[in-house]
C-alpha cells in the first residue's frame, strides 16, 4: 500500500498538542457510531469527513480549485460538487483521484489544525480525529498519539455498506478496495474496537478506552 507524504501546505502548519487520538476504519465499519459515543462522554471530535463535505459544498474553499482542474461539469448549479460524478470519476481514474487529494487533503488538515487549536480545552482532555484513511496517510499518523481502530469482519463491512448506500457487491467492493485491508489497519493500531457483534458492546468498549485516555492526558498536562 503506498504511502502519502505531508502535503506542503499542510506541513507548516502547528500541529496541536492535546493528546490526540487517531479513529478509523474501512467504510461501513462503524466509525461514526463510535465517534458519536466519545462524543456522548465530552469528547472533541474533529471528523475529516465532515471537513471536506464543508469544503466540497456551496461556497466551500476547495471549489475554485476544483473547477478549474476538472471543469464546471464536476460543478452543480448551487455551486458544489457534483459528488456522484466526482465519485466514478476517481474509480475510473487513479490520476482524477490525485487530482482531487492534492486539492483537498492540505485544505482538511489545515482546518483540522484550526478545529483543535480551538478545541484544546475540553471536559475529556483529549481530542479524537476521524480519519478514513489514516494508515494511508502517513501525515496523519504524525498527528496523533494513539490511533484507535473500528474493526470488523470484511463481508459484515460489505453488507452494511451495501444497505446503507444502496450499493451492488461489486461497488461495495470496488469502494473497499481502494482502502487500506483490513490486515494493514490492524497492524497500525495501538487500539482496536470490534464492531462484529451487538452494537451495545460498543457501549463498554468506549468507556473503557475513554477512562484509558484521559489517565494518559492527565499524564501529559
Not at 501546505?9 to 458519536?36: C, E, H, Y
Amino acid at each position: 500500500m503506498a504511502r502519502v507524504e505531508t502535503p506542503a501546505a499542510a506541513s507548516d502548519a502547528p500541529v496541536q498538542r492535546s493528546f490526540a487520538i487517531g479513529l478509523t476504519g474501512g467504510i461501513g465499519s462503524g466509525k461514526s457510531t463510535v465517534a458519536s459515543l466519545f462524543a456522548l462522554r465530552g469528547v472533541a471530535i474533529i471528523d475529516t469527513d465532515v471537513i471536506a463535505h464543508a469544503l466540497t459544498g456551496v461556497g466551500g474553499a476547495a471549489m475554485p480549485a476544483i473547477r478549474a482542474e476538472f471543469g464546471t461539469s464536476f460543478i452543480t448549479a448551487e455551486g458544489a460538487l457534483e459528488r456522484s460524478l466526482m465519485r466514478a470519476a476517481i474509480f475510473s481514474d487513479p490520476a482524477a483521484k490525485k487530482q482531487l487529494e492534492t486539492i483537498l487533503h492540505p485544505l482538511i488538515a489545515n482546518h483540522a489544525d484550526q478545529a483543535a487549536r480551538a478545541l484544546q480545552t475540553n471536559d475529556a482532555g483529549y481530542l479524537i480525529y476521524v480519519v478514513p484513511l489514516l494508515v494511508e496517510l502517513r501525515y496523519w499518523q504524525e498527528r496523533v498519539d494513539r490511533i484507535l481502530v473500528v474493526d470488523c469482519e470484511e463481508a459484515m463491512q460489505r453488507e452494511r455498506v451495501m444497505r446503507r448506500n444502496g450499493l451492488s457487491t461489486a461497488q461495495a467492493g470496488a469502494i473497499m478496495a481502494t482502502q487500506a485491508t483490513r490486515a494493514e489497519r490492524l497492524a497500525a493500531a495501538d487500539d482496536v474496537i470490534d464492531n462484529n457483534g451487538d452494537p451495545a458492546q460498543l457501549f463498554s468498549q468506549v468507556a473503557i478506552l475513554h477512562a484509558h485516555y484521559r489517565l494518559q492526558a492527565q499524564r501529559l498536562e
